[in-house]
């Protein structure tokens, strides 16, 4: 039940990101609406392909399809005010990464997978909504290179996974992981955090070339 | 029966502007072949996987897989004389376009999926072919960017969906509905009808790298 | 078992090309490891997914996924030696990429599929971890531009089959393939050796811009 109510949000928080995406790039009313839509469905998407996982949920509950879809065309209309509502936004998006991840994370436990299956299961269904809209927008995708956000996401699985290993209620389990990632993402991004980079150039042209090959 | 033939045609015809894509980025015969592949069998693909819909049509008529090929070697060749055939493949892709979108509508249809999951399946058809080759090609995908093109494959899903309704036979259903959203896209070339685009720019760089951050 | 120990030598450099490959971009370690990820475990999801054939290799073992994880974080570790390695490398995803069209073809045989459909099981699990690598950095496919790759995989392929055919053991058949098409990529590689390109230009601004309206 709470979960739902955090999908919700989530999806149209991730829907609204998602146009504004295709706005920057000058994108007609139609891909608006398809990147809004791969931005607030994909992640689940990716997941339940993977897993084998049908019927998806959109398909099951096409009402959040539709709800995707007045979230863009909702985001067009009030495209003037948007960057005075950045930080809810943050604060959407933040909530919406950790709903993601205990959905995508419980989706796997209950078809019985273990904690490595689970793990990426539920980071997946966090993050790979942004990954396609920025592989659709042509952009590197920026979750590899900004503030902690998928490294949070796998910790709120770790959070979750001992959670219910140490008796915890399920309940409890969601709340306690939900409140524990919202945190910590907000500490991430009040701070800056960033995870390590790994930068790594070849010392001349022609090793360049070479290793490109591979 | 009909289908079939327009389906013949329009991969034949996909794949052949597939193939002329991958040669504007010089890639080698074999990337050729792959991308008029994707182009042309792509968008049935996504959407058999999507909903569940095994086996896929490639992999059950594994002939149409040999075309896609043929029709790709055959566009290196002729690749000449092909700007003087323009028109012939703007038509050919129109309908194509058409074609695929009632195959795809008709098939969430037979698996007993309302008009949300059909309309998305029929779109899904029609344009995804064309979103995976840009993407492939490292462009941002086209079709959110030209005259009216997914929008006319949403008309023909809703045409075919009313005539249906209105108790048509799926005969009829399926050639009124392939004239008229050919009809409507020879419109939309003719006059470069195009969809509103949404424009979205953060007013100042500070708001623009934050607002990226989500 | 001769093809595990070689499936996870291939699983193994494959996810170090990737990581690689995210160093350039200058990645954090979490895209590091996603696109190691990808890399070594991407061919053969693709196949899977496409073929319907669940559950992925990773979601049943879920030991390579973590493998995967080890080497991307143990390329940071040694990149500094590592354009010194590269000829190891170009010898090791060589024998990669034969074993992993071999994995793939016999998978796509065991599901009672024909020759073509093994044959793009096969080259599909051989080059698409490279090809989702690249559109994930942002690149046009390499596998497309430079000296013959795919092709190799495509005639492993027939190779395998024809051993098959002419009742030769599958053990014996896979020893072949594998010594026949690594020879292959070899040659290939010493001799720089290419396929040749398909280059289309259109000859006007107007005809260019028209055709890309397919």
Redesign the interface.
């Given at each position: 039940m709470l979960l739902t109510i955090i999908y919700i949000i989530a999806i149209t928080a991730e829907a609204m990101?998602g146009?504004?995406s295709?706005?920057?790039?000058?994108?007609?009313?139609?891909?608006?609406i398809?990147?809004a839509c791969v931005t607030a469905l994909g992640g689940g998407?990716v997941r339940d392909?993977?897993?084998?996982h049908?019927?998806?949920t959109?398909?099951k509950h096409?009402e959040y399809?539709?709800l995707t879809c007045c979230a863009a065309l909702f985001t067009?209309l009030i495209?003037k005010w948007?960057?005075h509502l950045?930080n809810i936004?943050?604060i959407l998006?933040a909530l919406g990464l950790i709903g993601f991840t205990i959905i995508g994370c419980q989706i796997a436990l209950q078809m019985g997978?273990?904690f490595?299956?689970s793990a990426?299961a539920g980071v997946l269904t966090g993050v790979s909504g942004?990954?396609l809209r920025d592989?659709?927008?042509?952009?590197?995708?920026?979750?590899?290179?900004?503030?902690l956000y998928?490294?949070i996401s796998?910790v709120a699985v770790i959070c979750y996974w001992l959670c219910l290993n140490i008796g915890m209620s399920l309940e409890l389990t969601v709340i306690f992981t939900l409140i524990f990632g919202f945190v910590l993402r907000l500490i991430a991004?009040y701070f800056g955090l960033?995870?390590?980079?790994?930068?790594?150039?070849?010392?001349d042209a022609d090793?360049a070339s070479?290793?490109?090959?591979?």
């Open positions: 990101t146009a504004l295709a706005g920057r790039r000058s994108m007609d009313w139609f891909g608006v398809l990147i998407s392909v993977l897993l084998g049908y019927p998806l959109w398909v096409p399809l539709v067009i495209a948007m960057r950045r936004f943050l998006d997978h273990g490595v299956v990426v942004g990954i592989i659709l927008c042509n952009d590197v995708p920026l979750v590899f290179r900004r503030e998928a490294s796998f991004i960033e995870m390590p980079k790994f930068i790594y150039q070849e010392d090793s070479s290793t490109d090959k591979h």
